[in-house]
């Protein structure tokens, strides 16, 4: 009796760690995906204007408390995409689109308006400087918009794509380990009818 309860625990253990390795195989997959990215091409972009929206001030909630709620300059940056020849919205980063798709760049640290706002103006001005510049862009063309940095760069890969890996290896690992433990188990029941 004790052997047939033994043996039924192994067996939901060995079912728990089997689906254990599959979910972190699929997991390792889904960050792949999203971390990949759309805007995997580089193009010249020449600014067609950059302006700060008069009387317009972008809010930024990062929790639902009114205390978080931060308001800063929204900064407006839209440049020819000289490879398409179009007039599209240049966005930070791949975080500015998701945060605020109103503004193309949002300030990393809110504390003080007034620097806020300076920092915003000194890079309005930087854009009105540096006409021409390297933007990465979406070939497929389903994302109008284009970036002026990608978090994810491809010299970058290697370090965004290890955590990723090691959930693949590791789900592998556990699957082949299941799978043995399992094939010497049914070898030796085999082995004890002999």
């Known amino acids: ?3 047939k309860k033994v043996v039924a625990a192994q067996k939901r253990g060995e079912t728990r760690a ?3 390795g599959l979910g972190m195989m699929a997991c390792s997959s889904l960050i792949t995906i999203l971390q990949h990215g759309i805007w995997t091409n580089e193009s010249e972009c020449n600014v067609v204007r950059a302006n700060i929206k008069e009387k317009v001030h972008c809010s930024f909630i990062e929790g ?3 205390k978080d709620i931060f308001h800063y300059p929204c900064l407006e940056v839209y440049v020819n995409l000289t490879h ?5 919205m240049l966005y930070h980063t791949e975080i500015t689109v998701n945060r605020n798709p109103k ?3 949002i300030p990393p640290d ?3 308006y007034k620097q806020v706002q300076q920092q915003v103006e000194e890079i309005r001005d930087n854009f009105r400087k540096h006409q021409r510049f390297l ?3 979406d070939p497929s063309r389903k994302e109008k918009s284009v970036l002026f940095k990608r978090l994810y760069p491809p010299e970058g890969l290697l370090i965004a794509f ?4 090691m959930l693949l290896i590791g789900g592998i690992l556990i699957v082949i380990l299941v799978k043995l433990s399992q094939y010497l188990a049914f070898q030796q029941k085999r082995w004890a009818q002999l």
């Open 1 to 3: 009796m004790l052997h």
């Open 18 to 20: 089997l689906w254990l």
């Open 64 to 66: 639902s408390e009114d």
């Open 84 to 88: 398409l020849g179009q007039i599209v």
């Open 103 to 105: 503004c193309s760049y």
């Open 110 to 112: 809110m504390e003080n």
């Open 135 to 137: 933007c990465h862009y």
């Open 162 to 165: 290890a955590w990723p890996s």
